[in-house]
């Protein structure tokens, strides 16, 4: 597709279009095409999360005069949270441009999320160097923001460890702890397996990258097999 149907989406049009090509190149594109004049996007990713951050944080504090600084960091932390940019990306359908290697496009879909928030990001920075701050702040604002709202009403600002410990504390008077299970591989792509319980009944068990990401999937599960889903 040509990237002016891109353009037309994202509602903004580049002076510069190398930019906006290096913003949806990602590093296993280059793997698979050494002619491509262009760097992958890492570096417009770096910066677009910079702007991303100050753009959300001086609106948060705008609007919510009255909110304390905790809060305003939960509220900041799922709107820029990989999972939400990953939505508004695909809502862009940033995912039909994304340049990738052909094995790339077969990962699995949590990679492929990742992928998609990052290059969000990577626009992001692109926008504020080819048109500045103004125009980065109302491609965010425009297509980033209106998702506040859905976090607010459905609570996601709450992460689920935190959520299943409110939990279980209201309705079983109970302090969930976590236990790691299993650990294996080499030192630069170790899983971890940790399970969750509620005095020595263990509700769930996941498996993650570190031992943080184990225990908010299993906290996840958890919630759902409790039915205490937000």
């Known amino acids: 597709m040509p990237l002016e149907a891109l353009e037309k989406e994202i509602g903004y049009t580049?002076?510069?279009?190398?930019?906006?090509?290096?913003?949806?190149?990602?590093?296993?594109?280059?793997?698979?095409?050494?002619?491509?004049?262009?760097?992958?996007?890492?570096?417009l990713e770096f910066l677009g999360d910079a702007v991303?951050?100050?753009?959300?944080?001086?609106?948060?504090?705008?609007?919510?005069?009255?909110?304390?600084?905790?809060?305003?960091?939960?509220?900041?932390?799922?709107?820029?949270?990989?999972?939400?940019?990953?939505?508004?990306?695909?809502?862009?359908?940033?995912?039909?441009?994304?340049?990738?290697?052909?094995?790339e496009r077969q990962n699995n879909l949590k990679a492929k999320n990742e992928i998609l928030g990052n290059t969000f990001e990577a626009l992001v920075g692109a926008i504020y160097l080819d048109g500045g701050y103004s125009n980065a702040k109302k491609f965010i604002i425009k297509n980033l923001i209106p998702y506040l709202k859905l976090i607010i009403s459905k609570k996601l600002f709450k992460d689920s460890k935190s959520y299943f410990q409110e939990q279980a504390q209201a309705k079983e008077l109970i302090t969930p702890h976590y236990q790691l299970l299993k650990e294996w591989g080499p030192d630069h792509d170790k899983k971890f397996l940790v399970g969750v319980y509620l005095n020595d009944k263990k509700i769930a068990q996941a498996e993650g990258s570190s031992k943080q990401e184990a225990e908010v999937e299993a906290a996840k599960k958890a919630l759902k097999i409790k039915g205490w889903n937000k």
């Open 14 to 43: 580049f002076k510069n279009k190398n930019l906006l090509k290096e913003a949806l190149t990602h590093r296993s594109y280059l793997n698979e095409n050494k002619n491509w004049k262009l760097p992958h996007n890492e570096r």
């Open 52 to 103: 991303l951050e100050l753009v959300v944080t001086k609106y948060l504090f705008e609007k919510f005069k009255n909110l304390e600084e905790g809060e305003l960091t939960k509220y900041r932390s799922a709107l820029v949270s990989a999972s939400t940019l990953a939505k508004v990306a695909h809502q862009l359908k940033l995912d039909e441009f994304i340049l990738l290697s052909k094995g």
